[in-house]
């Protein structure tokens, strides 16, 4: 199984402040057919998780652009340009290069 | 709009049986891969299975390989997931997903299964 770490843990943040995820695979997430399928997730509290970027930097539909995805192989990043309240959550890497689907342990970003 | 709806959760106890339903709209569940994804309590997310678009490719987690049955209902465009011999880990919100580009890009508000005597 393909193991997913993240990066740091936890991320107190400042309002207006970049904010950065780190993302690492056990193993390539190159799929045989050419593409990489890490996707990033954010759960807001009490919510259910939203996809915000899949196959490492492509935006989901109505995500804003201050949210980025980057990376190649084995390590992946995700960047938030200014931090709003709303962003406030934990976000999850996931891969789906290889069954089974696994997730990483998931960031807390909060307001310091 | 893309709607999944999940119903069928409760409390079980332990050795027991449920069987959780996932209602779509706004698409054809027969286009996509579908799939379940489960959160224990305080947890982080954790795949359970997927299903093809057409039915013939069915994966699971090994944790519930045996137990846990993955079925699609084309006619009422529904996801559902058959789980049997439960125990207390599998407690947990079950969220349906859709799934899309490798990702599962639409998402269920999730329904909660308690096992515990």
């Known amino acids: 199984d393909i193991v997913m770490t993240q990066t740091p843990l936890s991320s107190p943040v400042t309002l207006g402040q970049p904010a950065s995820i780190s993302c690492r695979s056990s193993?390539?997430?190159?799929?045989?057919?050419?593409?990489?399928?890490l996707s990033w997730l954010q759960q807001r509290p009490g919510q259910p998780p939203r996809l915000l970027i899949y196959?490492?930097?492509n935006r989901f539909s109505g995500v804003p652009d201050r949210f980025s995805g980057s990376g190649a192989g084995t390590d992946f990043t995700l960047k938030i340009s200014r931090v709003e309240a709303e962003d406030v959550g934990v976000y999850y890497c996931?891969?789906?290069?290889?069954?089974?689907?696994?997730f990483g342990p998931g960031t807390k970003v909060d307001v310091k | 709009e893309v709607q999944l709806v999940e119903s069928g959760g409760g409390l079980v106890q332990p050795g027991g049986s449920l069987r959780l339903s996932c209602a779509a709209s706004g698409f054809t569940i027969s286009s996509y891969w579908m799939g379940w994804v489960r959160q224990a309590p305080g947890k982080g997310l954790e795949w359970v299975a997927n299903i093809k678009q057409d039915g013939s490719e069915k994966y699971y987690v090994d944790s519930v390989k045996g137990r846990f049955t993955i079925s699609r209902d084309t006619a009422q465009n529904s996801l559902y997931l058959q789980m049997n011999s439960l125990r207390a880990e599998d407690t947990a919100v079950y969220y349906c997903?859709?799934?899309?580009?490798?990702?599962?890009?639409?998402w269920g508000q999730g329904t909660l299964a308690t096992v515990s005597s």
């Open positions: 996931m891969q789906a290069a290889q069954f089974p689907i696994t």
């Open positions: 196959k490492i930097s």
């Open positions: 193993q390539s997430l190159v799929h045989s057919d050419g593409n990489t399928y």
């Open positions: 997903a859709q799934a899309m580009g490798g990702a599962f890009d639409y």
